[in-house]
Nanobody, 123 residues
Framework: QVQLAESGGGTVQAGASLRLSCAAS????????MAWFRQAPGKEREFVAV????????RYSDSVKGRFTISRDNAKNTVYLQMNNLKPEDTALYYC????????????????WGQGTQVTVSS
């Protein structure tokens, strides 16, 4: 069983950058598909990005494609989300999640979740 802990959130102005980190412990990190999701107040949890076990495959939501980059360092048991050119609509609680098996954008398929880190973007 893997435990996940996000960090790196904060309050920034539109156009700024942030890098989120998610440190994993208690499992074989390289065996998990890792993803980032976000949830804004009053909205459903939304897929942001996913990376395969060995960082050879990534996929992004249309809303972040070209601005966000997901990556992982299996030696450090950490997955990252580099967020550039942030917009007010990116404001949300960002979660990292892990699963085994096939990659998917469906949050219901992910078994392990962190507590989330807040990202607030002001205009």
């Amino acid at each position: 069983q893997v435990q996940l802990a996000e960090s790196g959130g904060g309050t920034v102005q539109a156009g700024a950058s942030l890098r989120l980190s998610c440190a994993a412990s208690g499992g074989t990190f390289s065996g998990y598909i890792m993803a980032w999701f976000r949830q804004a107040p009053g909205k459903e949890r939304e897929f942001v990005a996913v990376v395969s076990q060995v960082d050879t495959f990534t996929r992004y939501s249309d809303s972040v494609k070209g601005r966000f980059t997901i990556s992982r360092d299996n030696a450090k048991n950490t997955v990252y989300l580099q967020m550039n050119n942030l917009k007010p609509e990116d404001t949300a609680l960002y979660y990292c999640a892990a699963k085994t098996g096939l990659r998917t954008v469906d949050h219901m398929a992910y078994r392990y979740w962190g507590q989330g880190t807040q990202v607030t973007v002001s205009s």
